[in-house]
């Protein structure tokens, strides 16, 4: 009887642990979410007094919206693209190579993290400036490039690394040259994780602001400057409501997309679950 | 078909100071299943990884049929490796496994799809190709490894501890079915293994290794009666080795004396448990007897602490505190690591 009990006991942590957790991610996203859909809401009406889409149109019908979207898809895809071809390899070569000063290397992409990343980009942005990089998309590229060489060295580094060697090695016995064994074997292996991190980069490039808006200002602005600024600059909260509500799509559909592509599990596994 | 020549090889790790296989030869006869048996650390791993093409020997030629293999690359040797923790590609199903080295060898589908099948049908696991690699169990596995290494028809299988991952009683079965398998495709096969057990159980012939040198090679039963050096006698079997002292034609081990025709010197006296006979006496003192139903293991320590067992066919004979005579039957010994006289029973 006292299992039976036991069981049917009312999971009182479980529950407080849900609702914070509601109050905390849902609720402030609950009302971004009215504010967007929300035509008039004056103080001290609980719900808006007047729905509708008004800001959507007005929003979608701003000419700098629709750049800083070009502008953020086009730079976080080049972003993700460069660090692809440079990190990967890169990644490869840490896994699987021994050199000179390799750990020093490797430790030193934990280094941009360790400062505080606002004087450094200072700093940086000194540098641009005499090179002509300030306002430039190619500044703004090297500089979101720095962001994600973390997850795209260290994720994949983990990924080549725990593919079994001997995998490898039954392929080069079964007649699979070196180049063939690495299409075949190793980066389906370490395909997921792998994926989790360029994703990771993909969503973290589109959202980084400090970067993009110190060297990338005036001429370049992304959806979060462009939001940044509606929320300083404009009385109206609903500029930036609707905004922040366009800025979710991307990283909705990159987690759609990681469902396709990724079983569930091994997509965990690329984040250290 | 295909015969394996390991002419004086060496391999050396770091900057040559670890000798990991040092000067070995050995020919590996067509159809011949020969068993590299040592401790870890013997190098026996190594030389099969060399034989495999994935370790480059330091010194020292390897060729197949004639042809000389010590410098190409795994692809590109007529050699199939099983490995220990079968290594199967776990993001493609056991038809996709099999298939890979087939395709590419640009084989018609057809005849990829029907070579699969008959190697499956061969160890015993027909119509498993779709499924998935971690929905087989570890036996399965190891199957689908040694198929995907056969159904290349490699001149030489190489196994690599291929059964160590699983229990004794799976692993008796599937050495008998690949000890089969080998004399059925009658395919020259080099096998690596620390368990003795194993090699008895397989091999036509046994290579014991030990420090990267070869210690003895002898067919299985040769190498259980006439061990060529006391590592040998310890490591096939059990074996009571004694060091002791002869003089006059007498071999002293604390009260422990009996008459061994050789020269004066220090010498080890080998005794199986089998060969060796207890007399109620004043030698040794029984410490422990282990009923086995059929047998019996009588432990019997010398003054010295040195501990001698013996097979006796009816355990409740003797008693834990017992004095006893040792009344070895059958013996060798062994003199600067070589046999120095054998009994006539022994042999």
């Not at chain 1, 009312?10 to 609720?27: E, Q, R």
């Not at chain 1, 060697?165 to 079964?174: G, P």
């Not at chain 2, 795994?74 to 493609?92: C, D, I, N, Y």
């Amino acid at each position: 009887m006292s299992t039976l009990v036991d069981k049917r006991r009312i999971d009182w942590a479980g529950i407080a642990f849900a609702v914070v957790l509601t109050l905390v991610i849902i609720f402030p996203l609950i009302v971004v979410g009215t504010w967007a859909f929300a035509n008039v809401w004056r103080y001290p009406a609980i719900i808006p007094q007047e729905f509708g889409l008004r800001y959507w149109g007005t929003t979608l019908s701003r000419q700098d919206v629709w750049t800083s979207i070009t502008m953020s898809l086009s730079l976080s895809l080049m972003v993700t693209l460069l660090s692809c071809i440079i990190c990967l390899p890169a990644a490869y070569a840490f896994a699987r190579m021994s050199f000179p000063a390799r750990n020093l290397l490797f430790f030193s992409f934990l280094a941009g993290q360790a400062f505080p990343k606002f004087g450094l980009l200072v700093a940086i942005a000194g540098i641009f400036l005499h090179l002509n990089l300030i306002g430039n998309f190619w500044g703004v590229v090297m500089i979101q490039l720095v962001g994600t060489l973390l997850y795209m060295i260290w994720i994949p580094v983990a990924a080549f690394q725990s593919v079994d060697r001997r995998m490898e090695e039954a392929a080069r016995d079964v007649g699979a040259s070196p180049f063939r064994v690495f299409w075949s074997i190793t980066l389906p292996q370490a395909g997921p994780t792998i994926a989790a991190a360029v994703l990771l980069s993909f969503v973290g490039t589109f959202y980084e602001t400090e970067g993009a808006w110190l060297i990338g200002a005036p001429a370049i602005r992304t959806m979060p400057v462009l939001m940044i600024s509606f929320i300083n600059n404009q009385p109206v909260i609903q500029y930036g409501a609707v905004l922040s509500v366009l800025l979710w799509i991307p990283s909705f559909f990159a987690i759609l997309f990681a469902r396709r592509v990724v079983n569930s599990s091994s997509f965990a596994r690329g984040f250290g679950g | 078909m295909a015969v394996l020549e390991i002419q004086n090889v060496t391999k050396t790790f770091g900057s040559g100071s670890v000798r990991a296989v040092d000067d070995f030869s050995l020919t590996v006869g067509d159809g011949e299943l020969v068993c590299l048996l040592g401790p870890s650390g013997s190098g026996k791993s190594t030389l099969l990884r060399m034989v495999g093409g994935f370790e480059t020997p330091t010194g020292g030629s390897i060729r197949i049929d004639g042809d000389d293999v010590t410098k190409a690359p795994p692809e590109k040797r007529p050699t199939g490796m099983v490995f220990q923790s079968h290594a199967l590609w776990t993001h493609m199903n056991v038809f996709k496994n099999l298939a890979f080295g087939l395709k590419l060898r640009r084989l018609p589908p057809e005849e990829i799809k029907r070579r699969v099948e008959a190697i499956l049908e061969l160890v015993g696991l027909p119509g498993y190709g779709t499924r998935l690699t971690h929905q087989l169990s570890g036996g399965q596995q190891q199957r689908v490894a040694l198929a995907r290494s056969l159904v290349l028809e490699p001149k030489i299988l190489l196994l690599d501890e291929p059964f160590a991952s699983l229990d004794q009683h799976l692993r008796e079965r599937l050495r008998e079915e690949v000890r089969d398998i080998q004399q059925r495709l009658k395919i020259t096969t080099l096998f690596v293994t620390h368990g003795q057990d194993e090699a008895l159980a397989m091999a036509d012939r046994i290579v014991v290794m030990r420090d990267g040198k070869m210690e003895q090679v002898a067919a299985p039963d040769t190498l259980y009666r006439e061990p060529q050096t006391p590592f040998v006698a310890g490591f096939i079997g059990t074996m009571n080795l004694a060091e002791g002292v002869v003089s006059d034609g007498t071999f002293t081990r604390g009260p422990f004396t009996m008459p061994v025709p050789v020269g004066d010197g220090a010498a080890i006296l080998a005794v199986r448990p089998e060969a060796l006979g207890l007399a109620p006496g004043g030698m040794g003192d029984i410490h422990r007897v282990t009923d086995f139903g059929t047998h019996g293991i009588v432990d019997v320590d010398l003054p010295d602490g040195f501990r001698f067992k013996a097979m006796v066919p009816e355990a409740r004979e003797w008693k834990a505190g017992q004095k006893v005579d040792l009344k070895p039957r059958a013996f060798s010994a062994y003199r600067d690591n070589a046999v120095i006289y054998r009994s006539q029973a022994a042999s």
